[in-house]
């Protein structure tokens, strides 16, 4: 365990609102209002069922950063570093709430023994100088003892996760261990698009079908080989076109503008940059039967789910889809081998029909059958903590729940 700096996280750990005002110079953004939104976070906490949120800001590097736990009945929270620039205070905390409680239900789904967390770092992910910054926020991480453990995510990468590393122990995705967890997440992308062929087509052959990826980064590069590989056609698109071109390269994908990707004629879209791309004005211009990417929180609100349903899109939900990265992160905290880790990615399968097929039967969305089933595990795993089992495993000695568990 990393050795304790109380002196120097004095500054660091402190959870208030107001150290977000603090820095505002070096962070214009946070000062812009969110379009008449509040930020009533004890209301969004009760809303979503979070346990916990963090916020932490250390002035000599510009850190700002925010944690939250929501839910920590099969482990210890587990989820990804997002470094970006938010235009707003409103926005990086909703970030934060939307992409932890989607961690405990990937984790959930997938049948492992983690809670759902995330931080955001609020700032530019293109500053060359890192390491204090991280290191900073490995000790705003430490400060929670084991209830939350940090990984890569967007704008982050292993180097990074090294620099968390020299303050915590509670960090994976490090070089030379599981590292980038992108070829794990994009196989189970892959796999979990071609259930979704099986049940919307009666094959799982994805050859001659045109895949339409948002996003040209790690995981849809992956993907994009994969597809390629197979024989799919592709249109791609991103805000960065020298990762267009990679892909254009590599594959023979046909580029298109960012906004263009959703009026393109295809079999899929493949959501594989930020969140919400299935919304209100999106959504009318789709053009597929079936919509299996590998970014998160992809529909805006619930009723989009309910939307694509009564449009018969079939929707493989993106925390069940998109969960390769978060095994593979489980796997390196028990020394899996890289050949465990991709053979349990490649049960999101598996998990998928089984979701599809509870959908069918009893009518409801994907996305639901999918909480449904994650809920199912929860809440069966939480009757087990009721019983006394002769340790304090689950239970700290303050009795808070999750707050003995240990890696």
């Not at 490090?174 to 094959?203: N, R």
């Not at 489980?330 to 509870?358: C, S, V």
């Not at 006394?388 to 240990?406: D, F, K, L, N, Y």
Request: glycine share 12%.
């Amino acid at each position: 365990m990393a050795t304790k700096r109380s002196g120097e996280r004095s500054r660091v750990s402190g959870a208030v609102a107001s150290a977000l005002g603090t820095n505002a110079a070096q962070h214009p953004s946070l000062t812009a209002k969110s379009s008449g939104a509040s930020t009533d976070i004890f209301a969004q906490m009760q809303t979503m069922g979070h346990e916990q949120v963090l916020l932490s800001h250390d002035p000599s590097c510009g850190y700002l950063g925010i944690i939250a736990i929501h839910d920590t009945t099969l482990g210890p929270a587990l989820g990804g570093t997002r470094f970006w620039q938010y235009a707003n205070t409103h926005e990086a905390v909703t970030d934060a709430l939307r992409l932890s409680r989607g961690m405990t239900y990937k984790s959930a789904v997938a049948g492992i023994n983690l809670g759902g967390g995330k931080a955001v770092i609020i700032g530019d992910n293109r500053r060359t100088d890192r390491e204090a910054l991280f290191r900073a926020h490995g000790r705003f991480v430490e400060t929670l003892g084991g209830r939350y453990i940090t990984a890569e995510d967007i704008g982050t990468s292993p180097a990074d996760m090294e620099y968390i590393k020299l303050e915590t122990d509670y960090v994976a995705g490090l070089l030379g261990l599981s590292g980038d967890p992108s070829p794990v997440t994009a196989y189970g992308v892959y796999v979990g698009m071609k259930a979704a062929a099986e049940v919307c087509w009666g094959s799982d052959d994805l050859g001659g079908k045109t895949v339409a990826i948002q996003g040209c980064g790690k995981v849809a590069t992956y993907l994009a080989r994969h597809l390629h590989e197979e024989g799919a056609k592709l249109i791609v698109t991103d805000i960065h076109p020298e990762k267009v071109e990679q892909v254009v390269r590599e594959t023979g994908a046909r580029a298109v503008a960012p906004d263009a990707i959703y009026d393109q004629e295809a079999d899929v879209y493949a959501p594989c940059a930020l969140g919400a791309t299935i919304n209100d004005e999106t959504l009318p211009r789709l053009k597929v039967q079936v919509i299996a990417g590998g970014a998160n929180n992809q529909l805006a609100e619930n009723r989009h789910g309910d939307l694509l349903q009564e449009r018969g899109i079939l929707y493989a939900p993106d925390y069940v889809i998109n969960g390769g990265g978060v095994i593979n992160v489980y796997g390196e905290l028990h020394r899996w081998p890289t050949e465990r880790a991709q053979e349990k990615a490649g049960e999101i399968y598996d998990t998928l029909l089984r979701i599809f097929e509870i959908a069918r039967e009893e009518n409801i969305p994907t996305y639901r059958a999918a909480d449904r089933l994650a809920e199912q595990r929860i809440a069966a795993v939480a009757g087990l903590d009721r019983m006394w089992m002769g340790g304090q495993r689950g239970r700290g000695a303050a009795g808070q729940r999750g707050s003995g568990v240990q890696i």
